[in-house]
């Protein structure tokens, strides 16, 4: 059987928990050695056998990039014939899925990491181009063979966003990870290197920029963190320019309140975040959507425990009580997933970090059962397994 799947990121080009996703679950289809995968990824040539990258169109350079994307979709598309299966991932790849499923009769599998009708603040990202990105999400997801959810969380946006889909075509695969490459590993000059003391107590969070990792919230919530705690923040790859001065702004007023604020706006390599996670007190996931968040499982897998909140697929990885704490939030109705009263959120955020950092033998063995659950319950290999089991249900169909 041959599978092509579609995809924007790809190594070495990854900014996100997708990206990750697909690197995964390809290398795990591919080691069992009954599938030809092929992937199909935006961006410059890949030395990587069966994977090929697609430029954007010189013609639309300049364009906006939901026209651009849509350009590399066709490419993608016209090269998928000979295939039994398309699988696509994300909105930037729909569009190649739909398209290779009508040009050459191929079912379509779509794996669903977000939702453009729950992120509805990309509009500031593409203007236009959001109402373009929202068409092509709901055309694909509409006439796909199955639609693959990384939570039943997720799965029940799905059917909430597009009532249209039959419910017996939305499986759900969870996210995965790594536990061989994501365990603790101390490298204490990495970490001194960074600005971060490993003697002192610190949270650390990992993720985009972005209004859904609710950043901000973390931001202001750290004021009432107890003195001397170090609040390292691995953020980068901002969606707008207003929402990095936005972050710089609560980042600087947070220093003249506190010191030990350290800010790593560069995307690092596994070994130092490792090393960032494994010198950490506790990792703090604010996010006001996340279908699953595999940024908790990577935490979980270096024997963090996690301070997380309670929304989408976080509930079906971090366990409260037993790998960390769930934040409670009452959520706008409007797809944005702001909380009703930011201020109680984050009062409440830093409730919960605060009594992690108080009672840190406690910590440690929620972080010990954390290592232990994602070992467990989120191995690649059973995800791929899964995965091969909705693509052999989507060929028996066909």
């Known amino acids: 059987m041959r599978v092509d799947i579609l995809t924007k990121e790809y190594p070495p080009a990854i900014y996100g928990g997708a990206g990750v996703h697909v690197a995964e679950l390809s290398r795990a289809l591919r080691e069992r050695g009954d599938t030809d995968v092929r992937v199909r990824c935006f961006g410059d040539h890949r030395d990587e056998g069966g994977t090929t990258g697609y430029r954007e169109p010189d013609t639309l350079a300049g364009a906006n ?64 181009g959001y109402r373009l990105s929202s068409w092509v999400e709901r055309t694909a997801y509409e006439a796909a063979a199955a639609v693959i959810a990384v939570s039943a969380g997720m799965r029940a946006d799905i059917l909430r966003s597009y009532p249209d889909i039959d419910p017996a075509r939305v499986h759900v695969v969870h996210n995965g990870i790594d536990s061989r490459l994501w365990q603790p590993g101390e490298d204490l000059d990495v970490v001194r290197r960074h600005g971060v003391d490993p003697d002192r107590a610190s949270v650390v ?139 109680r959120f984050e009062r409440d955020l830093a409730g919960a970090l605060t009594e992690a950092l108080a009672e840190p033998r406690r910590a440690a063995a929620r972080g010990v059962a954390g290592r232990q659950r994602a070992v467990d319950q989120f191995s690649w290999a059973s995800i791929g397994e899964r995965t091969m089991e909705v693509y052999a249900s989507v060929l028996g169909n066909s």
């Open 205 to 343: 969070f990992v993720g985009r920029i972005t209004r859904q990792k609710g950043l901000s919230h973390l931001l202001r919530a750290a004021k009432d963190l107890p003195a001397g705690v170090q609040v390292v923040l691995c953020a980068g790859a901002p969606d707008t320019p207003e929402l990095l001065a936005e972050v710089e702004g609560l980042i600087e007023q947070l220093r003249q309140q506190r010191d030990g604020v350290v800010w790593i706006p560069q995307m690092l390599p596994r070994r130092e975040v490792i090393a960032l996670l494994t010198a950490a007190t506790v990792f703090a996931c604010p996010s006001v959507y996340e279908p699953l968040g595999i940024v908790n499982l990577e935490a979980m897998a270096c024997g963090l425990p996690v301070v997380a909140t309670a929304t989408g697929g976080i509930p079906e990885v971090v366990v409260d009580g037993e790998t960390g704490w769930l934040v409670p939030i009452e959520q706008v109705q409007d797809g944005s997933g702001a909380p009703l009263d930011p201020a």
């Open 65 to 128: 990039p939901a026209l651009t994307t849509m350009g590399v979709d066709l490419a993608m598309a016209a090269d998928c014939g000979g295939a039994d299966l398309v699988h696509s991932h994300t909105w930037y790849a729909n569009f190649a899925g739909h398209t290779a499923a009508l040009l050459h009769g191929l079912p379509h599998v779509v794996s669903a990491h977000s939702l453009e009708p729950l992120r509805p603040w990309k509009a500031e990202q593409l203007g236009g």
